[in-house]
Each structure stands twice: as structure tokens, then as C-alpha cells.
């Protein structure tokens, strides 16, 4: 058998293809691996280019098999030709990751992956407590039992559950509730639990507590971008990472006409939520006070809806985090920028 020089690595729970090339681009191997001959396999091979996408355990892989003295580059899914079969797919893998325009993805530490993680879980606590909430405010509306929206709503509406005297409850609907509204109080303990984890992960992290000098980045935001981007230096711009994001207009130009539609959604969703969120609460605050620290912002405000502006000022607040993290600079603000 030649010399592999590049391996195309389709990744799986349990059932991994590989397809292998040597330096003339003649396939040299064509095989299937159960998982635990993935590594052992590699260890045989000289030093060689993997390629494989990112997807679910990727960085893991690419963590181990890099150990191994082979170099690894990780692709989005979405730049890769598609099939419907594992054999295929390794073989669009390694051709695509010997591409000089493609686009490849850093491999996370484990430190960054446990953040991410973390941040997963404390997402998958809020949407548990608004299902809850949600549960609870339906159940009573079935016996008439109605108030506000907010917080101050939700105490009412606790106030009438742990009310044994209410006869509008029915003794078996109040257990029913009652199970609920126990399972509300321990969510929102384990909320407040990745709360606190996520800002002693930001007091620890340099580059995180910079980050959090811009206006509408918090510890969540600022721990989320120093995560979910190990090499900013892998954007070539900021308008890059925005456009990864998910924060630019999608694009239908042709015959010098420009066209530019909706955001284009891509990319980190997660990041782009927290992103907007962030920028609405300067906006909020802008229209309380009448001033905001971007002077941009409020020409911006008196002539396009909030939602717009709201997706531009993300955008803005995507490219200033990608120059800070690039040139390890602190926030300044725009006045003392001009001056």
C-alpha cells in the first residue's frame, strides 16, 4: 500500500468510514472502523492530514487523533458535498479539506467545551422554566384561576395553589400543581446555580472580563464569545464573525445589482440570541434616557424599527469583541475612538 498523505474521517456513535489518498490523489484506503479501532488506526499511520466535519464529538476526535502527530482540520457540514451514504461522504471530506479556499474550524479545549456546556445546560433550565410556567397559568385558567403577566402574576397564581382553602382547586387538580410548582422552584435553584458558575468562569478569564466593558455584553455574552471562538485570528475581519454569527443580510446580487435581504440566520444560533438581547437592552436603556454611548444608535432609532436596529447594533457589537480579542485591547469609547 502507497503512503497516505490525506484521510477523509466521517464521524458516527459507533461506525466511522475512512477514506484514505496518497500525494498523486489516488485512493489508497476505503474501510470502515468500529470506534474503538479509530485511534489504534491512526497510531499505525505515518503523520498525515485529517480531514472531518464539525459536528457532535468532533473536537473530541480531533483532540486525540492530533496527539497522534497527524494534523487535523475541521470543516463545516454545510461546505461539504452532500450524499446519502457514509462512503461518499469520507471521500467529499478528504477531497474538500485539501481545498485552499475552504474554511476550517478550531478545535476547542476541553475547558471551552465544558462553558459551552455549561451554557447549554443553564439554556435548557430557562426553556424548562417557561414550560413550567406556562403548565401552571393553563391548569388554572381551566378553573377561571387568571392573573398578569410577570413576575408579580406568577406569585399570585403560587399563592392560590398553596392555598388549601381555595375550593376552586380540586384536591387532585392542587397535587398536580402542587408537583409542578416544586419542580419550578428547583429549576430556577439550578438557574441561579449556572449563574453563578458562568460568572466565576468570567472573573477568571481575562479576555472575558475586556469583553465585558462593551455596552450590552455581560458576563453570559462574554463567556459565550470566548468559548464558542478559540482562534479569532481564523475570521479575517469582523464583518467574518458577524457573517458567522448570523448578523449579515443574505445576499441576491447579480448583473451589478445588489440585493440584500433578511439576516441570514447562519451559523451560531445561540451566540446570535444572546447577541440581540443584548443590543435591545441598550436600546431600552437609549430610549429611557435619550442618549446612547453610539451616537449612530440614535439617528438609527428615529428612522427604523427597534428589531432592525437592534440586529445592526449586534453586529456592531460582534465586529468590536472580534478586534478586542484579535489586538487584546479594552473597550473605548467611540468619542475617545475619534479623538
Not at 119 to 133: D, S
Not at 230 to 255: C, E, M, N, Y
Not at 306 to 312: G, L, P, R, S
Amino acid at each position: 500500500m502507497k503512503e497516505v498523505s490525506t484521510i477523509g474521517l466521517d464521524l458516527a456513535k459507533n461506525v466511522f468510514q475512512v477514506h484514505g489518498i496518497d500525494g498523486s490523489g489516488e485512493t489508497v484506503i476505503r474501510r470502515q472502523l468500529r470506534r474503538g479501532q479509530d485511534l489504534p488506526f491512526f497510531e499505525k499511520l505515518p503523520p498525515c492530514l485529517v480531514g472531518m466535519e464539525a459536528c457532535g464529538t468532533s473536537h473530541y476526535w480531533a483532540r486525540e487523533i492530533t496527539v497522534l502527530g497527524h494534523e487535523v482540520r475541521m470543516m463545516p457540514a454545510r461546505y461539504v458535498k452532500r450524499n446519502k451514504n457514509d462512503v461518499a461522504d469520507a471521500e467529499a471530506i478528504c477531497e474538500a479539506v485539501t481545498r485552499p479556499t475552504m474554511r476550517f474550524v478550531p478545535i476547542k479545549t476541553p475547558a471551552q467545551q465544558s462553558v459551552l456546556m455549561l451554557h447549554r445546560t443553564r439554556e435548557l433550565f430557562v426553556r424548562q422554566r417557561t414550560m413550567l410556567i406556562n403548565a401552571l397559568r393553563a391548569h388554572l385558567a381551566e378553573f377561571g384561576i387568571v392573573a398578569g403577566v410577570g413576575r408579580n402574576g406568577l406569585e399570585k397564581l403560587l399563592e392560590v395553589i398553596a392555598d388549601d382553602g381555595d375550593e376552586r382547586i380540586p384536591s387532585e387538580a392542587r397535587d398536580c400543581l402542587l408537583a409542578l410548582r416544586d419542580q419550578l422552584v428547583l429549576v430556577k435553584r439550578q438557574i441561579l446555580e449556572a449563574d453563578r458558575r458562568i460568572l466565576a468562569c468570567h472573573r477568571a478569564s481575562e479576555m472575558s472580563r475586556r469583553l465585558d466593558d462593551i455596552p450590552g455584553v455581560g458576563p453570559l455574552i462574554a463567556t459565550a464569545l470566548v468559548a464558542s471562538i478559540p482562534d479569532p485570528h481564523a475570521f479575517r475581519s469582523g464583518r467574518d464573525l458577524s457573517a458567522w454569527i448570523g448578523l449579515v443580510p443574505k445576499q441576491a446580487s447579480t448583473g451589478g445589482k445588489e440585493r440584500l435581504g433578511h439576516i441570514s440566520k447562519a451559523g451560531n444560533r445561540y451566540l446570535r440570541k444572546l447577541l440581540v438581547v443584548g443590543a435591545l437592552s441598550v436600546i431600552r436603556r437609549a430610549k429611557q434616557t435619550g442618549a446612547s454611548r453610539h451616537p449612530w444608535l440614535v439617528v438609527l432609532m428615529a428612522r427604523r424599527s427597534t428589531k432592525v436596529v437592534a440586529i445592526a447594533l449586534a453586529n456592531k457589537i460582534a465586529r468590536i469583541a472580534w478586534a478586542m480579542m484579535v489586538r487584546g485591547t479594552r473597550y473605548q469609547e467611540p468619542l475617545l475612538q475619534a479623538a
